[in-house]
C-alpha cells in the first residue's frame, strides 16, 4: 500500500471527506438560495421602473399624440441612465430614441421581452442585455421602453463566481484539514502498531507512548499497557512454574531411569525382574500422580468448573475423609478427632474439597503423627463464612516458610527425606481459590493449623445431594 | 473364577487396543475391536456382548454420543467409559450420558478387568438380595448384621458397606479405586495406603480365628473375597 493510499484510507480521512460534500453542498444551496432572491428582486425593480416610464409616457401621448410623445423620448433618451427607448414609424423609420441595433423583427409585435441592444451611436461596442416592453400605437408607431439589465447580469456573475470559489476553497480546505487530521491519527496509529510489532516480536517490556494529552489514543495505550503488564506477569509465572515442573519431574524420571538401568544390568532371575519392573510402574504410576495434581492445580487455577458447584455439607465431608484416614492414623499412632457438629452448606465440589481435607490429614500424618499427637479436624462457621481446621501437634512450619509451603514443588528442608512432591498444599490453595475462599497456615503452638476458609453461599439453597452419613454427627473420635 | 465375557473395544488407538485385546484374551475373554465411533454402532448394534468399552475421543461419532445413541434405542448394556479427561465434570457428563464406569488414560490393565468384570456380572449381580452369603460368612443387609458360622461379628457402619461391596461383587477383583468410589463416594488417588488400613481391620474382624480365609489381596490389583473351596 503506497503512504498515499494508506492515508486515504484513513477512517479520519473518510470522515473529512464526508463533513466535506456535507458542507460543500450546503453552501452551494445557501448561495443559489441568495442569487435566486437577488434576481427575483432585480426583475421586480426592472419591472417597476418600466412601468413608471410607461405611466408617463402614456400620459404625454393621451395629451399631445405621436408629436408629443416624440419630443419626451427625444428629451428623455439624451438623459444618462439605464433606461432605453425608442419611437418608429409602421415601416420602422426612427423617429427618436437612444436604441439601435435592435435585432430584425423585434418591434414587429407588442410585448414583453429580453433583448440585445446598443446605445445609437456606438455600433462599435458588444451588444448590451435589457428588458422591454413593445406597444403598437395607432397609426402603426411603435414605441419601445425598456431597461438595460447589465446589472442584473453583473450580479449573477459576482454570485456565480461566489459560489465556485467558496466551493473551491471548501474543498481545498476540507481536503488539506482531511489530510492532515488523518496524518496526525495515521502517525499515532503507526507509532502504536511499530511498538506492538516489536512486543509481538518478543520484546515483551516495550510500551505504546503516552503523550500525556489524555485523548482517547492515550487512554488506549494505557489500556494496552496496562494489558501488557498483566501479560508480562502472567508469563512470568508460566515460565517459573514450567521450569519448576521441568525440574522437578527430572528427579522422578532420573530415578526411574536408573532403576530400569540397574535391573537390564543386575537382575538374574525371573523374581528379581519381576520386582524391578514392579517397581518401575511404581515410579511411574507416582509420575502420572505428580501430573494429575498439576492439571487439577491448573484446571482449579483457571476456574475451570467453578459453574459445576453443587450444594454440599461441608461437615459431611470432613467427617467421611477423617474416617476414611481414621485407621491410617491410627497405625502411625496418632488420634485422629472430627468436630462438625453441624452441617454446612456451601456451593462447591465434594471431590475437590475431599481431595483437599485429604491433603491436610495426609500432611498431619506424615510429618506430625511421629509427634505422637492428636490430629483434631473441624468444620465450623462463623460469621466469615466456614472453616475447615486440620491442627496437629507437630513441628509446624516456621512462619518464615508459610506463604512459600503453598507453592507448587516447595517442599521444606525438613522433610525432604519423606515421600511426597509439594503439591498437596498448593491443590489445597487452588481448591480454595476456586471456590472464592483462602487456605492459611498458622502455628498451633507447637503444631501446624491449616485453615481453609471458604465463603457461605447465600441462606436459600436446596438440600445436599450428597447422602448423609448413618452415625449421627458429633465430637467424636472416628 | 468369571466365566468368559465378549467385549467391544471403541477405541481410536490401534495400539492400545491391540494391547487391550491381548490382555483380555490373556484373561481368558474376547474383545472385538472398532476403530471409530461409527463403526462401533454397528458393532454393538449387531453383535451381543456382555461389556462395551468406549473410548470418549473417537473419529466420526464421539464416544458419549455413541452411548446415547444404543441408549435411546434401549440397548442396556454396561459400558466403561475410557477417557484421558479424568476432571469431576468429566466423569459426571460421562456417566450422565449413560456410561456406567469411568475409567482414567492412562489406567493399570488390572484396574480395567476388574471394572470390566464386575460391570459384566452386573446384571447377575444379587444386588436386590437382602442376605449376601460367602462360605460361612453372611451379612444382612436390612438389620445390618453380619456372622460367620452362626457367630455375630459387630461391624462399623463403614466396615459394613465395605464388606458389602466385597460381597455383592464376590469371586471378583475389586481395586482400591472401586472401593474408594463405590464405598466411600470419592475419586481422587489418596498418596497413602488407605483402602489396605480399611481392608485389614475388616480382614482382622472376618477371618481372624477362622481357618479358612475368605478376603483375599490379589497382587498388584485389589481385593477379592471368595469361598477359597470353590
Ligand atoms: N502438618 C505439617 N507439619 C509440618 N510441616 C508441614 C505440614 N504440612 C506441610 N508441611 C510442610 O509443607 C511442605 C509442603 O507440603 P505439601 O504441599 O503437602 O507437599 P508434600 O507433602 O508433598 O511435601 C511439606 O513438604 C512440609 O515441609
Ligand atoms: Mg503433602
Known amino acids: 500500500m503506497t503512504a498515499l493510499g494508506k492515508l486515504l484510507r484513513t477512517t479520519a480521512f473518510k470522515l473529512a471527506l464526508a463533513y466535506l460534500v456535507v458542507f460543500a453542498t450546503l453552501s452551494v444551496v445557501v448561495l443559489i438560495y441568495v442569487s435566486w432572491h437577488a434576481n427575483a428582486l432585480i426583475a421586480g425593480q426592472l419591472n417597476a421602473t418600466v412601468n413608471a416610464e410607461i405611466t408617463g409616457l402614456a400620459e404625454q401621448y393621451r395629451q399631445g399624440g405621436i408629436r408629443r410623445l416624440v419630443a419626451i423620448v427625444e428629451e428623455r433618451s439624451n438623459r444618462s441612465g439605464g433606461s432605453i427607448y425608442l419611437v418608429t414609424t409602421m415601416t420602422g423609420e426612427v423617429l427618436a430614441g437612444n436604441v439601435s441595433g435592435l435585432p430584425d423583427a423585434s418591434l414587429a409585435e407588442a410585448g414583453e421581452r429580453e433583448l440585445p441592444y446598443q446605445r445609437a451611436g456606438e455600433t462599435a461596442a458588444a451588444p448590451y442585455p435589457a428588458v422591454v416592453r413593445v406597444f403598437v400605437l395607432p397609426g402603426g408607431y411603435r414605441l419601445l421602453v425598456g431597461r438595460d439589465t447589465e446589472e442584473r447580469e453583473r450580479l449573477s456573475a459576482v454570485i456565480s463566481n461566489a459560489v465556485q470559489w467558496s466551493l473551491a476553497l471548501v474543498v481545498v480546505l476540507g481536503l488539506a484539514g482531511g489530510v492532515f487530521v488523518a496524518k496526525r491519527v495515521l502517525g499515532r496509529i503507526d507509532a502504536m502498531t511499530e511498538t506492538a510489532r516489536t512486543i509481538m516480536a518478543g520484546d515483551l517490556s516495550g510500551r505504546l507512548a503516552v503523550t500525556g494529552s489524555d485523548d482517547e489514543f492515550d487512554r488506549l495505550a494505557q489500556a494496552t499497557n496496562a494489558m501488557l503488564d498483566r501479560i508480562n506477569e502472567l508469563m512470568a509465572g508460566l515460565k517459573e512454574v514450567s521450569d519448576n515442573i521441568a525440574h522437578d519431574l527430572k528427579t522422578p524420571l532420573t530415578r526411574l531411569r536408573n532403576r530400569a538401568e540397574t535391573a537390564l544390568r543386575t537382575a538374574s532371575d525371573e523374581d528379581e525382574w519381576q520386582a524391578s519392573v514392579e517397581q518401575i510402574i511404581a515410579d511411574a504410576d507416582a509420575m502420572l500422580g505428580i501430573f494429575n495434581a498439576l492439571l487439577l492445580i491448573a484446571r482449579a487455577e483457571s476456574g475451570g468448573g467453578r459453574d459445576q458447584l453443587v450444594p454440599v455439607d461441608l461437615a459431611d465431608i470432613a467427617e467421611s475423609v477423617a474416617e476414611l484416614y481414621e485407621p491410617l492414623a491410627e497405625e502411625r499412632g496418632a488420634r485422629l478427632t472430627v468436630n462438625a457438629p453441624t452441617p454446612i452448606r456451601l456451593l462447591g465440589s465434594r471431590e475437590l474439597i475431599g481431595q483437599a481435607v485429604a491433603n491436610l490429614i495426609e500432611n498431619a500424618l506424615n510429618y506430625a503423627a511421629a509427634a505422637g499427637g492428636e490430629v483434631a479436624v473441624s468444620a465450623t462457621t462463623d460469621e466469615d463464612g466456614a472453616r475447615l481446621v486440620v491442627a496437629d501437634r507437630g513441628p509446624g512450619v516456621p512462619e518464615a516458610d508459610r506463604a512459600r509451603a503453598l507453592e507448587r514443588f516447595v517442599r521444606l528442608d525438613s522433610s525432604r527425606s519423606r515421600p511426597g512432591s509439594g503439591l498437596g498444599l498448593a491443590l489445597v490453595a487452588a481448591v480454595a481459590r476456586l471456590h472464592g475462599g483462602t487456605l492459611t497456615l498458622e502455628d498451633n503452638a507447637p503444631g501446624l493449623r491449616a485453615v481453609l476458609a471458604l465463603p457461605l453461599t447465600p441462606a436459600a439453597l436446596p438440600e445436599p445431594s450428597t447422602p448423609a452419613l448413618a452415625p449421627p454427627r458429633g465430637a467424636r473420635a472416628v | ?230
Open chain 2, 1 to 230: 473364577m468369571t466365566s468368559s465375557m465378549k467385549l467391544l473395544i471403541v477405541e481410536d488407538d490401534r495400539e492400545a487396543a491391540a494391547y487391550m485385546v491381548k490382555a483380555l484374551s490373556e484373561a481368558g475373554h474376547v474383545a472385538d475391536h472398532a476403530a471409530d465411533g461409527a463403526e462401533g454402532y454397528e458393532f454393538a448394534t449387531s453383535g451381543s456382548y456382555d461389556v462395551l468399552v468406549v473410548d470418549r475421543m473417537l473419529p466420526k461419532l464421539d464416544g458419549l454420543s455413541l452411548i446415547g445413541r444404543l441408549r435411546a434405542e434401549g440397548a442396556t448394556t454396561p459400558v466403561l467409559i475410557l477417557s484421558a479427561l479424568g476432571h469431576v465434570d468429566d466423569r459426571v457428563q460421562g456417566l450422565r450420558a449413560g456410561g456406567d464406569d469411568y475409567l482414567t488414560k492412562p489406567y493399570a490393565f488390572a484396574e480395567l478387568l476388574a471394572r470390566v468384570e464386575t460391570l459384566a456380572r452386573r446384571g447377575q449381580a444379587s444386588a436386590g438380595d437382602t442376605v449376601y452369603r460367602v462360605a460361612d460368612l453372611e451379612i444382612d443387609r436390612l438389620s445390618h448384621t453380619c456372622s460367620r458360622a452362626g457367630q455375630e461379628i459387630v461391624l462399623q457402619p463403614r466396615e459394613f458397606r465395605l464388606l458389602e461391596y466385597l460381597m455383592r461383587n464376590a469371586g471378583q477383583v475389586v481395586t482400591r479405586t472401586m472401593l474408594l468410589e463405590n464405598v466411600w463416594d470419592y475419586h481422587f488417588d489418596p498418596q497413602t495406603n488407605v483402602i489396605d488400613v480399611h481392608v485389614s481391620r475388616l480382614r482382622s474382624k472376618i477371618d481372624k480365628g477362622f481357618d479358612k480365609p475368605l478376603l483375599h489381596t490379589v497382587r498388584g490389583a485389589g481385593y477379592l473375597i471368595r469361598d477359597g473351596a470353590r
